[in-house]
């Protein structure tokens, strides 16, 4: 009997899951996008100025997840975004990160105008200054794709506590206007813990 009851526990353990915790999420990430709802995206392209106000911020942060020993069920993910306009004019923006900013996808559709960054952009540079339209920035992160695609968004700049100060579509530039200084918290987005693999 006793030889029964330990065979039967060394195989509740060996085919149930263990949980894995997940690091707090960062929250200094948040000042790469540094948006609360109601906030006023102003975008310039050419001489028309687009403007879309933020209307849902979210995170969804995996705060754990189950390891079974026969298998590997989920990880640690975190993603963040914002959702700015209306059914039609829209900027949708969300970044895949891992204690830092590792892709990001950015969409528009206004005024007929639609594009967005195909597959996400995933290289990324750090500068200490850039200068757009005779504006210098600090602390800057790009994020760009592997090609200049015509109809796509192929480079986004962020500057930190300002968020997106440029996008790059096709061969034509979008340009925050009157970007200020601001930060936010986590207590400003939609905050989802998420675990995975029940």
């Not at 995170?59 to 390891?67: C, F, L, Q, R, S």
Request: hydrophobic fraction near 35%; aromatic fraction near 12%.
């Amino acid at each position: 009997m006793k030889k029964l009851i330990f065979f039967a526990i060394v195989s509740y353990l060996l085919f149930t899951s263990c949980t894995q915790h997940c690091a707090d999420f960062n929250a200094d990430i948040l000042s790469w996008m540094p948006y609360k709802v109601n906030d006023t995206i102003s975008l310039k392209k050419n001489n028309q100025i687009i403007k879309f106000v933020v209307t849902n911020t979210f995170i969804n942060h995996t705060a754990k997840y189950n390891k079974s020993s026969m298998r590997k069920c989920g990880e640690c993910d975190n993603d963040f975004g914002l959702y700015a306009g209306n059914a039609s004019d829209f900027i949708y923006y969300e970044s895949i990160d891992d204690h830092d900013i590792t892709q990001l996808y950015f969409e528009i559709t206004a005024n007929g105008m639609f594009g967005n960054t195909y597959n996400g952009l995933k290289n990324k540079t750090l500068l200490s200054s850039i200068t757009i339209d005779t504006v210098t920035y600090q602390d800057v992160l790009v994020l760009s794709g592997d090609a200049i695609l015509p109809n796509n968004f192929w480079k986004v700049v962020l500057v930190k506590n300002k968020g997106v100060v440029a996008a790059y579509y096709g061969d034509s530039i979008m340009t925050v206007q009157k970007n200020m200084d601001r930060t936010t918290s986590v207590e400003d987005y939609n905050l989802t813990n998420v675990n995975n693999c029940k």
